[in-house]
Each structure stands twice: as structure tokens, then as C-alpha cells.
Nanobody, 126 residues
Framework: QVQLVESGGGLVQAGGSLRLSCAAS????????MAWFRQAPGKEREFVAV????????YYADSAKGRFTISRDNAKNTVYLQMNSLNPEDTAVYYC???????????????????WGQGTQVTVSS
């Protein structure tokens, strides 16, 4: 059974930082593009960041550029999202996703991703 499990969410004040983790089990995703998306109440799920299987190529939403960093540790089958300078507009449920097959290039479209985690809540207070 394939599982992606996010952790690291929580309540933080504006200007603070959080580091999200996404641990995969059931199969390895070391050869797959991995991404983070988020969904705020009443809004559609939106792209945050993605990186290629080897971590060499990264892409960010404009809202994340300069503040968020996506990374991966393939030995641990884990993807991270370091979020700095958080503001209330970053409040959302954050989801990690894995693209299949392994040859697929990084994408910012949610429909391109096969595996999803259950999400972790990030709340930023003003």
C-alpha cells in the first residue's frame, strides 16, 4: 500500500517558519518528481513547489519564491518544504504529491499527480 504522510504543520505567528515533511512508504519515489500543493478554505488546491527526482530542478509558485525551499532525501524517501517569513495568506492544508511514472517531468498541475498525502494544517496568525 502506497502512502504519503505529511507532518510538521501547526500554528505559527506571522514572520515565523515551519518545516514540513512528507514520508513515503509502500514504494520508493526516489525516481519521481515530488510536489507540494496547498488548499485554503473556500479555495481551489494550488501549486506551491516541485522538484525533480534528483533534486536538480525546482519550480515555485510566485507566492513561494524567495520564502519556501523544497528538498528531498531519497535515502529516507522523504520530501521537505521549508517555509520562512510566513504570513496569514499561507494558511492552508498542505499536501505532498508524487508524480507517476518515474520518467514524468515536474509539473505544477494537480491533475498530473497520482499519489497524495492526507495533508497537514498550517495556520499563520497575524
Amino acid at each position: 500500500q502506497v502512502q504519503l504522510v505529511e507532518s510538521g504543520g501547526g500554528l505559527v505567528q506571522a514572520g515565523g517558519s515551519l518545516r514540513l515533511s512528507c514520508a513515503a512508504s509502500g514504494r520508493t519515489f526516489s525516481n519521481n518528481a515530488m510536489a507540494w500543493f496547498r488548499q485554503a478554505p473556500g479555495k481551489e488546491r494550488e501549486f506551491v513547489a516541485v522538484l525533480s527526482w534528483n533534486g536538480r530542478d525546482t519550480y515555485y509558485a510566485d507566492s513561494a519564491k524567495g520564502r519556501f525551499t523544497i528538498s528531498r532525501d531519497n535515502a529516507k524517501n522523504t520530501v521537505y518544504l521549508q517555509m520562512n517569513s510566513l504570513n496569514p495568506e499561507d494558511t492552508a492544508v498542505y499536501y505532498c504529491a508524487a508524480r507517476y511514472p518515474s520518467s514524468a517531468v515536474p509539473s505544477n498541475r494537480a491533475t498530473d499527480y497520482t499519489y497524495w498525502g492526507q495533508g497537514t494544517q498550517v495556520t499563520v496568525s497575524s
